[in-house]
């Protein structure tokens, strides 16, 4: 199999795990490097994640221009990911979701911050892009290569950025990285609101925190992997 196969089948599997763990729903979208030019990404067009096959998959130039669109209408929001390939080249994965419990930290000003161990890999502290700042009234929608960048910048070198009123976008050094941090934003979202109800929080520690992002392994990585992707219909395929 070569290393594109396998990037193709993960995509598909990825956008399976991510609807069947409520992470995004008939919006969303999850994106990978392509393996073969980093000046290139593999992206869905336009379509529910629960529903997307292998041949969905379009490549991608940075700045959004589809390679071979075959009448495959591209998600709007695809400068998210071109933007922060762009700007993070130890990037090899991106996730742009909706996910419920990360909304109201966008959009209150209270941080989301991690607080069960395994929500570490969500960064430190977790950003807000605040698309009003500098595009005023839009749709939300990150539509153009100057909104990516900017949203990018917002992300900096983290791992996960909340965007006001729309939602996140995380990243990852692999298709199961990105979409592990991805559903441990979602638990520690959930978990940080019924927290917050109950009193003040003890958050992890800076240096648990990297203590525990230095253990996310490829072993940590594949057993979440393995189990989600079974739950969702899928295989987990061999590494190549
Ligand atoms: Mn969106």
Same mark, same amino acid.
Not at 168 to 192: D, I, M, P
Not at 212 to 238: C, F, P, S
């Given at each position: 199999?070569?290393?594109?196969?396998?990037?193709?089948? $993960?995509?598909?599997? +990825?956008?399976?795990?991510?609807?069947?763990?409520?992470?995004?729903?008939?919006?969303?979208?999850?994106?990978?490097?392509?393996?073969?030019?980093?000046?290139?990404?593999?992206?869905?067009?336009?379509?529910?994640?629960?529903?997307?096959?292998?041949?969905?998959?379009? $490549? *991608?130039?940075?700045?959004?221009?589809?390679?071979?669109?075959?009448?495959?209408?591209? *998600?709007?929001?695809?400068?998210?990911?071109?933007?922060? *390939? $762009?700007?993070?080249?130890?990037?090899?994965?991106? !996730?742009?979701?909706?996910?419920?419990? !990360?909304?109201?930290?966008?959009?209150?000003?209270?941080? &989301?911050?991690?607080?069960?161990?395994?929500? +570490?890999?969500?960064?430190?502290? =977790?950003?807000?892009?605040?698309?009003?700042?500098?595009?005023?009234?839009?749709?939300?929608?990150?539509?153009?290569?100057?909104?990516?960048?900017? #949203? +990018?910048?917002? &992300?900096?070198?983290?791992?996960?950025?909340?965007?006001?009123?729309?939602?996140?976008?995380?990243?990852?050094?692999?298709?199961?990285?990105? =979409?592990? =941090?991805?559903? *441990?934003?979602?638990?520690?979202?959930? #978990?940080?609101?019924?927290?917050?109800?109950?009193?003040?929080?003890?958050?992890?520690?800076?240096?648990?925190?990297?203590?525990?992002?230095?253990?996310?392994?490829?072993?940590?990585?594949?057993?979440?992997?393995?189990?989600?992707?079974?739950?969702?219909?899928?295989?987990?395929?061999?590494?190549?």
């Amino acid at each position: 199999m070569s290393k594109l196969d396998f990037i193709l089948e $993960e995509l598909v599997t +990825a956008n399976r795990i991510l609807a069947n763990e409520g992470i995004v729903d008939s919006f969303g979208h999850v994106s990978a490097r392509h393996p073969d030019n980093p000046q290139h990404y593999l992206l869905s067009r336009a379509r529910a994640p629960e529903r997307i096959e292998r041949d969905d998959i379009v $490549e *991608y130039a940075l700045d959004g221009t589809a390679i071979d669109e075959r009448g495959r209408a591209p *998600y709007l929001e695809r400068f998210i990911h071109g933007a922060v *390939y $762009e700007a993070r080249p130890d990037v090899q994965a991106v !996730v742009h979701n909706h996910s419920p419990s !990360v909304i109201p930290f966008g959009v209150t000003g209270k941080k &989301l911050k991690p607080l069960l161990h395994m929500c +570490a890999s969500i960064g430190h502290d =977790v950003p807000v892009w605040d698309s009003h700042d500098k595009f005023g009234d839009t749709t939300l929608l990150v539509t153009d290569m100057a909104m990516g960048r900017d #949203l +990018a910048a917002s &992300l900096g070198p983290r791992p996960t950025a909340l965007m006001r009123g729309h939602g996140a976008t995380v990243v990852g050094r692999s298709v199961r990285h990105a =979409v592990f =941090v991805s559903v *441990y934003l979602e638990v520690g979202a959930k #978990l940080q609101m019924q927290s917050m109800a109950m009193g003040d929080i003890k958050f992890l520690t800076p240096g648990e925190v990297d203590k525990i992002v230095a253990r996310v392994t490829d072993y940590t990585l594949n057993r979440a992997w393995e189990n989600w992707a079974r739950r969702a219909g899928r295989e987990m395929q061999k590494q190549v």
